[in-house]
């Protein structure tokens, strides 16, 4: 039941990120608790599952897995310690995968969520559902050094509903850290295609007293400068900008869990219960998570890693330096994926990616988001991307096109004169290397933190049905 918390303010903090273009209230509505699994009309609960457990162990972190916690992480512990930091709640804690998707609401053979969970939308869970049915484990695997699972998720708000996708899961015990690879392979019957979402891949849970929430939010990354830690009051879902690729919950003494993924920066953070105190089955927690965007097709494939280092923050951050650092500018070859973009108001070819990101511009009455084809988050310093090199085919009555971005600080992409640029195109549907030159444009300055594609307003004949299709966006000049 607690789980809902973090998933539904998650959705309406996804929303509101984009006030500033949809209108919506500046500030987070409150947000009422579900209503039990024994509410009357409602299926009952179900027993929680007992543990069935397999586990890996070193010299520094021991790691245990739970087949019928749809084989996700459910315990962790440094070595020579019996404590398990994982919070296993309910079965939706723990440290797992959880996506998301449209429609909103989400309803499937005759079951529809509880009311307030209407606008979750499509949420395949690696654990279960909210009524402690585990997921469906199709294989596993264990070595001496590795755990492979693969399950069919649950959807989490209605009663035993599997989902329309599988999970596959490797684990593997790396000195103190635990380097996990996720692969979601999706089979929806709906072929609508959904705008994006955050999602949790994945989201840690652990007891209350892991609630020290930090991270690197500066613009001096990967210098050692002061590290950031949130106030312990501090404990509804908030965004935050990861410029070290790393976020951390950690005890009083210091000592706990990093998550890191490689050129990731968007993450959040939040607090249930009381911190500072409670076992694995309570609902005190705290919850960090690796929050991108992701494009969910429904036959699409999607590939993901990350880390867990357990220790000191010290720790943590070491292993995060001896990682590849993250790309200083634009480097995106659209070949057999979309790169983390994600788009508003269009849609595209669909899955797979063959080369190229197609997209078909549809403006749609029901949002006033602009046209929009956006990158993930990113930490480039404008002074060392002077120009962006953009293999694209344009076929559009339109003469041209806009390049928009974001500063760190900005909720979002706004369509400001210090925040674009627009640069002519040819809409004959050809390819072409268009140059985007930046160098002393005003508002390209200190760090960049996100960009996108759009239409130029003004440009009325950029119509509905209009093409745009992407290769690559680059720093340097692509070949042919």
């Not at 804690?93 to 969520?113: A, E, L, M, W």
């Not at 880390?307 to 923050?313: A, E, I």
């Not at 290397?433 to 996108?452: C, D, H, K």
Request: glycine fraction near 8%; charge should be neutral; charged fraction near 20%.
């Amino acid at each position: 039941m607690t789980r809902f918390y973090p998933v539904y303010t998650c959705l309406l903090l996804s929303i509101l990120t984009y006030a500033c273009v949809r209108d919506y209230p500046a500030t987070e509505p409150y947000i009422p608790p579900p209503a039990s699994p024994n509410t009357p009309g409602l299926p009952p609960a179900q027993p929680t599952p007992s543990q069935k457990r397999l586990f890996l162990s070193n010299n520094a972190v021991r790691v245990g897995i739970d087949l019928n916690a749809g084989g996700a992480i459910t315990y962790l512990a440094e070595a020579g310690s019996n404590v398990n930091m994982v919070n296993n709640n309910d079965l939706g804690r723990q440290i797992q995968t959880s996506i998301y998707g449209g429609p909103y609401p989400y309803s499937v053979n005759g079951k529809d969520p509880v009311s307030q969970w209407l606008y979750l939308g499509w949420n395949p869970v690696q654990t279960g559902d909210y009524y402690n049915h585990p997921a469906q484990i199709v294989s596993y695997q264990q070595s001496a050094n590795q755990i492979y699972v693969k399950n069919i998720p649950k959807i989490w708000p209605l009663f035993k509903e599997p989902a329309d996708c599988q999970f596959e899961h490797w684990y593997e015990l790396r000195n103190n850290t635990v380097k996990v690879r996720c692969r979601i392979t999706i089979n929806r019957a709906d072929t609508t295609s959904y705008e994006a979402r955050t999602q949790e891949t994945p989201c840690v849970y652990l007891n209350g007293p892991w609630y020290r929430m930090v991270t690197y939010e500066g613009m001096q990354p990967f210098t050692n400068a002061t590290v950031t830690e949130y106030p312990e009051r501090d404990r509804t879902m908030t965004e935050r900008y990861g410029t070290e690729n790393w976020i951390a919950l950690l005890n009083e003494k210091g000592r706990g869990v990093g998550l890191y993924r490689h050129n990731e920066f968007q993450f959040r953070t939040s607090g249930f219960g009381l911190s500072r105190v409670g076992g694995e089955f309570d609902g005190n927690s705290g919850y960090i998570n690796s929050d991108s965007f992701i494009q969910f097709d429904y036959n699409g494939q999607y590939e993901f890693e990350y880390s867990l280092v357990v220790g000191t923050l010290t720790d943590i951050r070491q292993f995060a330096y001896a990682q590849t650092r993250p790309a200083a500018g634009p480097n995106f070859r659209f070949e057999q994926d979309r790169q983390g973009w994600f788009f508003y108001n269009s849609q595209d070819a669909g899955w797979p990616i063959q080369n190229e990101v197609n997209m078909k511009w549809q403006r749609q009455i029901t949002t006033k988001q602009n046209l929009a084809l956006k990158s993930p988050l990113v930490f480039w310093r404008a002074a060392e991307v002077p120009r962006i090199y953009v293999q694209a085919a344009y076929l559009t009555k339109a003469t041209t096109a806009r390049l928009a971005w974001r500063l760190p600080g900005d909720p979002d992409i706004f369509d400001t004169p210090t925040r674009v640029i627009d640069f002519p195109i040819i809409g004959d549907g050809q390819y072409r290397t268009y140059e985007i030159n930046l160098s002393g444009r005003p508002g390209w300055e200190g760090v960049i933190s996100q960009i996108q594609f759009t239409y130029s307003p003004d440009q009325i004949k950029f119509e509905n049905g209009s093409r745009f299709k992407l290769r690559s966006v680059t720093t340097t000049r692509p070949n042919g």
